[in-house]
């Protein structure tokens, strides 16, 4: 049987918590008004079919022509609920009490039903009367038990005239059907109470659940909020760097050429000494600042990843070339193994991941030999770099993957090789998940380190053409060579020209690309025609080296060679340098791959 609607409001001005509720409770007891008017009108239609035939119409009509009025009216008050716009809890509190209106009129109807019919029929009659009103009351509960006064007034009103009436017989069973419904009545408002109880701690703990999800947006805009600053804070902590790493590395690419034009000027074997030092602190202050634009730039997602098919032999040739001479001054063994394998991944990433992997495994072994080796284990490879260094303890093996930390009492058995920043396993570590590709460490000390990273196979290709060759020759001449440079840093133009003079070269040298135009305009092509071109990328008034290229091979022509050196590691260059037919240097340039890339873009055969 439906219940009936909503419950009341006290007199009193309810408790925060209890006004909280007032919404969802009004809401729930509108949302089940229509089955309460259903369950009446059926409720109507039993009384009728009991007492139609014995009741007299002047008893009968009037009861049922208010009851009528009554549902009406209720029903009206529910379509207009149902349209209105609620925003206040006073108006929340209005709706309360028309629908409890209702509910303590329907209360009184069904008692006077109860006092009206119940003398008119016989025992079916008079039972039937009694579960139909003690149903309403049951059916009541869900929604009236949260107000007691409420569900106390409609069970009194429904039941008390049913009782008087019984009771007032004055036989002893109607005493004793009196009182056995007394009594049930009682426990019902003892159910009613527990019920209420119930339904309390369940909205408690809704308005609980509600407040949680309310602060947890909060905390969430929040946290939305910190991230966004976060990425506002760390691309510009990596544009900070890339512009940091550019300026900084001029003053380095200067004094390697100053360095190296002093070696040519002298044969003094303490001044080669010292540009060697000179070269290999410029080498390494090289590789701090590659190590701290690598992390940056991964860690603001300036590293595309591009899978293709790969064979592992060619980036073991590129690691034998780099590493064997440095492992044979050690009187270490690079070992190398496993090359035939067809790998699918970025090459390019897992170059960079062995370089560091094999770097520092040359440096901290002391004895023994560095094996890089590759292998099938089922569906997958797996590229290994096995040291027989001092190894890594159990303690430190979990942290050799963060930024900036060093192993405790680790050193470089060179004692001429830099220190670092911690920041090599970090790096190996990021471009690793970057490619989604497991990577393990197993280390014990004393023994020695393997890395293990897993790659997918891949399937064999054609053999590339390497475009420039690995190491260049080291003793050409460049007499009766006209090499231009445009260069806008007065330090790196004074060195670059020392340098190229002291090879044997005429030099040509601007500081703009305005300067380099009017030269060019003011040359004869059939006289005077550039052998090379040795531009800076980033010049003076928003140029480029790209726009002096263009300008000095519009008066000379297309073929000239050009290089270009520049301090920037941002992304884009190789595709400029691919357009427009140059290769590209960065800064600081080591003498040695600088004439080596000479060579290459002259054509200049060894001792020529």
């Avoid at 009490?97 to 019919?117: D, E, K, P, S």
């Avoid at 949260?146 to 004055?170: D, H, K, N, S």
């Avoid at 192993?407 to 570590?429: C, E, F, M, N, Y």
């Avoid at 000239?560 to 240097?585: C, N, R």
């Amino acid at each position: 049987m439906a219940a009936v609607p909503a419950p009341a409001t006290e007199a009193t001005t309810p408790p925060a918590e209890a006004v909280s509720s007032l919404p969802d409770e009004v809401q729930s007891a509108y949302d089940y008004m229509p089955a309460t008017l259903a369950g009446y009108i059926a409720g109507i239609g039993v009384i009728l079919l009991l007492y139609w035939t014995i009741t007299p119409p002047q008893v009968l009509l009037p009861w049922l022509g208010l009851f009528a009025a009554v549902l009406l009216a209720r029903a009206f008050t529910a379509r207009r609920f149902r349209r209105a716009t609620i925003t206040t809890p006073a108006d929340w509190q209005t709706w309360r009490r028309w629908g409890n209106a209702g509910t303590v009129i329907c209360g009184a109807l069904w008692g006077a039903a109860a006092w009206l019919f119940y003398p008119q029929g016989d025992s079916i009659q008079q039972v039937g009367l009694i579960l139909l009103i003690y149903t309403y009351c049951v059916a009541g509960l869900p929604v009236l038990s949260l107000q007691p006064r409420l569900y106390f007034t409609f069970a009194v009103l429904g039941f008390a005239p049913m009782i008087a009436r019984i009771a007032g017989e004055g036989t002893v069973y109607s005493y004793q059907l009196a009182g056995l419904l007394l009594l049930i009545i009682s426990l019902t408002a003892v159910l009613a109470r527990t019920w209420r109880n119930t339904l309390q701690r369940a909205i408690e703990l809704k308005l609980h659940a509600d407040e949680l999800l309310a602060q947890l947006r909060v905390e969430k805009q929040a946290a939305d909020a910190a991230r966004r600053e976060a990425e506002v804070a760390n691309r510009a902590k990596t544009q900070f760097f890339t512009a940091a790493s550019h300026d900084l590395r001029q003053p380095l690419h200067a004094m390697g050429l100053f360095a190296e034009a002093l070696r040519n000027k002298s044969h003094d074997d303490e001044v080669a000494q010292l540009v060697n030092s000179i070269n290999a602190s410029v080498d390494a202050l090289e590789g701090l600042f590659s190590e701290l634009l690598d992390i940056t730039r991964i860690d603001s997602g300036g590293v595309d990843v591009n899978p293709q098919h790969f064979n592992v032999g060619d980036i073991f040739r590129k690691l034998k070339l780099h590493f064997e001479p440095t492992a044979f001054e050690k009187g270490l063994a690079l070992r190398l193994r496993g090359g035939k394998h067809m790998a699918f991944a970025d090459p390019l990433l897992v170059e960079r991941i062995l370089r560091n992997l094999v770097s520092n495994a040359i440096r901290y072994t002391q004895d023994g030999s560095v094996l890089v080796s590759c292998r099938r284990r089922g569906d997958r490879l797996q590229l290994q770099v096995w040291d027989t260094g001092q190894g890594i303890g159990e303690a430190e093996q979990v942290r050799v993957f963060e930024e900036f930390y060093q192993v405790a009492g680790a050193s470089s058995t060179d004692p001429h090789q830099r220190k670092g920043l911690g920041l090599g396993l970090a790096i190996v570590k990021r471009l690793a998940d970057l490619m989604g590709a497991p990577l393990a460490m197993r280390s014990q000390s004393g023994r020695g380190t393997v890395f293990t990273l897993e790659l997918p196979p891949g399937k064999a290709v054609p053999a590339a053409v390497a475009s420039i060759p690995g190491k260049g020759p080291l003793g050409i001449t460049l007499a009766g060579r006209l090499i231009v440079v445009v260069e806008d840093e007065p330090a790196v133009r004074s060195g670059l020209e020392a340098l190229l003079r002291g090879w044997g070269a005429t030099i040509s040298s601007f500081d703009s690309v305005a300067s380099a135009t009017a030269w060019a305009q003011a040359s004869d092509p059939s006289l005077v025609k550039p052998d090379l071109l040795i531009v800076d990328y980033r010049l003076e008034q928003g140029y480029s080296g790209v726009d002096a290229i263009a300008a000095l091979r519009a008066r000379f022509g297309p073929s000239v060679p050009a290089i270009m050196v520049t301090g920037s590691t941002m992304t884009g260059h190789d595709k400029e340098a691919l357009d427009h037919d140059f290769h590209l240097l960065i800064k600081p340039v080591v003498p040695n791959k600088l004439r080596a890339m000479i060579a290459f873009k002259l054509g200049v055969k060894p001792g020529a």
